[in-house]
């Protein structure tokens, strides 16, 4: 994606696919409050053709890493590059979870690099559209393995704001597992631990300024 308009056009396309404003947030690597806004204006160029959005808009940094995540292989060594940052942190670490929809791969491909087994934790986000994010539940699949009594490596791809990956900490804490290291593709808050966990990325994203 190239501009503003055409993260407003893929936002118009997965809300006609039935994705909630938190799944497109999540799909596009924005804030919720960023995918409300490209909704909002998908909507406004539906009903007044030719208009632009590159005016205004909440503060954000869309990082696009499709280039990795359409190619098994180059997904793979992106995976290694993060088993690799994890590689001190703990030494009794045998589950790795990946947080959907995006986490999930580069935590497979982590879990095979370290030998680990593997669980995938649904956020809250997903479910959410409007009002408050904190009424919802996130979930761990059933499909995976479980959490209770294991120490445990957290992926994502991406942090935004950090609430995602704060929220599986407690996730994992509640079910009985030990957080021992979350890891992930790019950072755009350039945050070194969250809820006293430490924290890795290959990349961190920061503004300097403000935008014009």
Not at 56 to 69: C, Q
Not at 113 to 133: C, F, M, V
Not at 151 to 172: K, Q, R
Request: contains cysteine; negative net charge.
């Amino acid at each position: 994606m190239k501009n503003v308009d055409d993260l407003i056009e893929s936002a118009a396309d997965l809300t006609q696919r039935g994705l909630s404003k938190g799944e497109i947030a999540d799909e596009l690597n924005v804030s919720r409050e960023t995918a409300s806004w490209l909704i909002e204006r998908g909507s406004v160029q539906e009903t007044t053709p030719g208009t632009t959005a590159q005016v205004g808009g909440p503060h954000d940094i869309h990082v696009d890493w499709s280039a990795l995540g359409r190619d098994s292989r180059r997904l793979s060594y992106a995976g290694a590059a993060m088993a690799d940052l994890l590689t001190k942190e703990g030494e009794e670490v045998d589950l790795t979870i990946g947080i959907e929809k995006a986490g999930t791969p580069l935590a497979t491909t982590i879990a095979r690099e370290l030998n680990t087994d593997l669980s995938a934790y649904n956020p809250r986000k997903h479910q959410w559209e409007e009002g408050d994010i904190e009424e919802l539940e996130g979930s761990f699949s059933r499909n995976f393995a479980t959490i209770r009594d294991r120490d445990c490596y957290i992926v994502d791809d991406i942090i935004t704001s950090g609430t995602t990956m704060t929220e599986a900490i407690e996730a994992v804490r509640a079910e009985g597992g030990t957080p021992v290291a979350c890891v992930v593709l790019a950072d755009k808050q350039g945050v070194e631990e969250l809820d006293g966990v430490p924290v890795f990325s290959l990349l961190q994203v920061i503004r300097v300024g403000n935008n014009a």
